[in-house]
């Protein structure tokens, strides 16, 4: 069983069914599937996603930070991200771009490097060079 599962049911303390929790997560405003909440609840999961975290934070009353650490996640800031004042005048656009940036940060496998190759017309003997080989850094091996 996982840290966050062992957490979780001892939280729980068999109050609540995985049926019981999905019911009370969604009347308090989140989406959690009975299917979802048994998983967590008896350590078949995988890498949780926040709204689910806050919905089993909400209904279970532990600290999200708690969560976050139980499923060896950094723990950061429990209150949302709020942009500056100046974001309002951003358009839908940048604010769409700006949102995924948060997302690609957050995302374990964007931190893979990838290659980047660029295509030139070829010269007498000279070859395709990735950026990476341009710049004089190591590229991952394929």
Do not use: C, W
Not at 3 to 20: H, I, P, T
Not at 32 to 57: C, F, I, K, M, V
């Amino acid at each position: 069983m996982s840290a966050l599962s062992e957490l979780l049911a001892q939280a729980n303390g068999g109050r609540f069914s995985a049926r019981s929790l999905a019911r009370a997560a969604q009347h308090a405003g989140f989406s959690l599937n009975h299917d979802t909440a048994a998983r967590y609840l008896r350590g078949d999961h995988g890498r949780p996603d926040e709204r689910t975290l806050q919905a089993l934070s909400s209904v279970l009353r532990v600290p999200l930070g708690k969560l976050r650490s139980a499923a060896a996640l950094p723990t950061g800031e429990t209150e949302p991200y709020r942009p500056p004042a100046e974001a309002s005048r951003l358009s839908r656009r940048q604010r769409r771009a700006v949102d995924e940036i948060i997302r690609a940060m957050l995302d374990d496998r964007s931190a893979t490097a990838t290659v980047i190759t660029t295509r030139r017309p070829r010269s007498a003997g000279r070859q395709p060079t990735s950026r990476a080989a341009r710049r004089g850094t190591v590229e991952p091996s394929v």
